[in-house]
């Protein structure tokens, strides 16, 4: 199960971080990402972070904005958003999965939360 939390609404240039709090699987196992999905459009994987070593890859739409981290304690997941814009605005699933997918071809998903940014 994952459940996200921290999704809200600010303007411009401000910042809001998510976290994802998983259980029921090996969580020190694989991957947790990020997906996001505006309307109308296509679901893009924005950041994943590998449980076991901490690595981490964004695409290029966030890279040097977003920041993924983990507390492994707490198996918990977070996204760190600055400087946002607002074609940032979307829904935010957080995703999992122990085999480390490509893209956003995930196993298991959370509900989501709604980031929207004014302009």
């Known amino acids: 199960q994952l459940v996200e939390s921290g999704g809200g609404s600010v303007p411009a240039g401000g910042s809001l971080r998510l976290s994802c709090a998983a259980s029921g699987y090996t969580y020190s196992d694989g991957c947790v990402g990020w997906v996001r999905q505006a309307p109308g459009k296509t679901r893009e994987a924005i950041a994943v972070?590998?449980?076991?070593?901490?690595?981490?890859h964004y695409s290029d739409s966030v890279k040097g904005r977003f920041i993924i981290s983990q507390d492994n304690a707490k198996k918990t997941v977070y996204l760190q958003m600055n400087s946002l814009k607002p074609e940032d605005s979307a829904m935010y699933y957080c995703?999992?999965?122990?085999?480390?997918?490509?893209?956003?071809?995930?196993?298991?998903w959370g509900q989501g939360t709604q980031v929207t940014v004014s302009p």
């Open positions: 972070i590998y449980t076991g070593d901490d690595s981490t």
């Open positions: 995703a999992a999965d122990p085999d480390c997918p490509t893209g956003d071809l995930y196993r298991y």
